[in-house]
C-alpha cells in the first residue's frame, strides 16, 4: 500500500507551501493600493474619492432606509400583539364579573 501512495505522490507535481504570514503580507499589500489614478494624484483622485464617498454614502443610506422598514414592520406586530392581549385581558376580565 504505501508503495502505492510513494508512486502517486512521486507523479504529482510538488505543491508550493506558503506560510500563513507570507499570504496575509501579499492579501495586505493588495488591498491598500491606490491604482493608476491613485498614483498620479491631483483633481483626478480627488474626483475619485468623492464618487467612492457618494457610492458608500448612497449604499449606507439604502441599509438605513431598509432597517427603517423593518423596525416599522416590527412595531406593527408588536402593536398588533399588545392590542390582542389587551383584547383578551378585557375578555376574561369580563368573565370573571
Known amino acids: 500500500m504505501s508503495a502505492l501512495i510513494k508512486s502517486?505522490?512521486?507523479a504529482l507535481p510538488r505543491a508550493r507551501f506558503?506560510?500563513?504570514g507570507f499570504i496575509a503580507?501579499?492579501?495586505q499589500k493588495a488591498n491598500y493600493t491606490e491604482g493608476a489614478i491613485g498614483k498620479a494624484g491631483g483633481s483626478f483622485?480627488?474626483?475619485e474619492n468623492?464618487?467612492?464617498n457618494k457610492y458608500i454614502h448612497d449604499q449606507e443610506m439604502a441599509k438605513?432606509?431598509?432597517l427603517q422598514e423593518q423596525l416599522a414592520?416590527?412595531?406593527d406586530s408588536v402593536d398588533s400583539v399588545k392590542n390582542e392581549l389587551k383584547e383578551h385581558v378585557d375578555k376574561m376580565s369580563?368573565?370573571?364579573k
Open 45 to 47: 483622485k480627488e474626483k
Open 73 to 75: 414592520a416590527a412595531q
Open 50 to 52: 468623492a464618487l467612492e
Open 64 to 66: 438605513i432606509k431598509k
Open 18 to 20: 506558503l506560510s500563513a
Open 8 to 10: 502517486c505522490s512521486a
Open 25 to 27: 503580507s501579499q492579501v
Open 94 to 96: 369580563k368573565q370573571q
